[in-house]
T-cell receptor, first 112, second 112 residues
């Protein structure tokens, strides 16, 4: 399968714990996006990478959130000191230039 | 970014055509009209996009009003697999990073 993959698919954690999600984009795609989606809402943009450079961050991305894309390949999204409000589906998408974005299946985070 | 307005939900019968409307009265000259859909428990997937002219692909057709203030996504023969949330999104590729701004979309139900 050459699509976008995300790991893990589901994560349950206790409030205050740190969690890290991984996204593997389509190999030739230089653009990578992270979105967050809560129940009944459309996805909301979090951050964007072009190759290894993080070029844009949404105001939704608080200081507890950090994202990396070393070597311009896979990306990780870390949430420190999780809160119940962080419970959501975290989606990764990749693209070339302004072409269509290909989304992964998402990581569903539940913070107890 | 210019916003879009879509009905919250629509129903269709299987094997009948479906017309999903989208209003975007504040669209700018550099905004492309994109449609994505999200099947249950999956990430969004690209459907179609256009600028001024009507567009067809294997999934759907996009009809764009002459003044570009509205558009319609047309599914020619709805199947049960087309039941999803459909998002109409404007993308200004002039000077933007290309992230998608999702609304709540239209939830399409397809009856057998």
């Amino acid at each position: 399968d050459t699509g976008v993959s995300q790991d893990p698919r589901h994560k349950i954690t206790k409030r205050g714990q740190n969690v890290t999600f991984r996204c593997d984009p389509i190999s030739e795609h230089n653009r990578l996006y992270w979105y967050r989606q809560t129940l009944g809402q459309g996805p909301e943009f979090l951050t964007y990478f072009q190759n290894e450079a993080q070029l844009e961050k949404s105001r939704l991305l608080s200081d507890r959130f950090s994202a990396e894309r070393p070597k311009g390949s896979f990306s990780t999204l870390e949430i420190q000191r999780t809160e119940q409000g962080d419970s959501a589906m975290y989606l990764c998408a990749s693209a070339t230039a302004y072409n269509e974005q290909f989304f992964g299946p998402g990581t569903r985070l539940t913070v107890l | 970014d210019a916003k879009t307005t879509q009905p919250n939900s629509m129903e269709s019968n299987e094997e009948e055509p479906v017309h999903l409307p989208c209003n975007h009265s504040t669209i700018s000259g550099t905004d492309y009209i994109h449609w994505y859909r999200q099947l249950p428990s999956q990430g969004p997937e690209y459907v179609i996009h256009g600028l001024t002219s009507n567009v067809n692909n294997r999934m759907a057709s996009l009809a764009i009003a002459e003044d570009r203030k509205s558009s319609t996504l047309i599914l020619h023969r709805a199947t049960l697999r087309d039941a999803a949330v459909y998002y109409c999104i404007l993308r200004d590729v002039a000077g933007s990073q290309g992230n998608l701004i999702f609304g709540k979309g239209t939830k399409l139900s397809v009856k057998p």
